[in-house]
C-alpha cells in the first residue's frame, strides 16, 4: 500500500470493494481483472472468507438486493429492521 498518508484509507477502499465486488459477481472484478490491476490480495483465502454455501449466488443476490448488471442495492427491510424471514 506504501506509506500511510493522504489516499492510504481510498486504497485500502478499493481493495475491500474489489474483494466484495469480486464476491457477488461484478463484471469489472473478475479473477482476472482483479489480478490485471495488481490487487491479488483480493482473493486472499477466497475459499475460507468467501461466500460460502449456504445459498447459490443468485439466492443470494436475491436475499440482500444486490443488482450487478445495473450496480443497484435494494431496501433491505430484514437489515433494517434486525428480523430475519
Same mark, same amino acid.
Not at 6 to 29: D, S
Not at 61 to 76: A, P, R, S, Y
Given at each position: 500500500?506504501?506509506?500511510?498518508?493522504?489516499?492510504?484509507? #481510498?486504497?485500502? &477502499? +478499493?481493495? +475491500?470493494? &474489489?474483494?466484495?465486488? =469480486?464476491? !457477488?459477481?461484478? %463484471?469489472?472484478?473478475?479473477?482476472? *481483472?482483479?489480478? @490485471? =490491476?495488481?490487487? &491479488?490480495? !483480493?482473493?486472499? $483465502?477466497? !475459499? =475460507?472468507?468467501?461466500?460460502? *454455501? %449456504?445459498?447459490?449466488?443468485? %439466492? /443470494?443476490?436475491? =436475499?440482500?438486493?444486490?443488482?450487478?448488471?445495473? /450496480?443497484?442495492?435494494?431496501?433491505?427491510?430484514?437489515? @433494517?429492521?434486525? #428480523?430475519? $424471514?
Amino acid at each position: 500500500f506504501g506509506r500511510p498518508g493522504p489516499g492510504f484509507n #481510498t486504497e485500502l &477502499q +478499493t481493495i +475491500t470493494l &474489489q474483494r466484495i465486488k =469480486h464476491m !457477488v459477481g461484478y %463484471a469489472e472484478a473478475t479473477t482476472e *481483472e482483479v489480478q @490485471n =490491476h495488481g490487487h &491479488q490480495v !483480493v482473493l486472499t $483465502d477466497f !475459499v =475460507h472468507y468467501g461466500p460460502g *454455501e %449456504a445459498r447459490t449466488m443468485p %439466492a /443470494f443476490l436475491e =436475499h440482500t438486493k444486490i443488482d450487478v448488471e445495473n /450496480f443497484k442495492c435494494g431496501h433491505i427491510e430484514w437489515c @433494517n429492521k434486525c #428480523t430475519l $424471514d
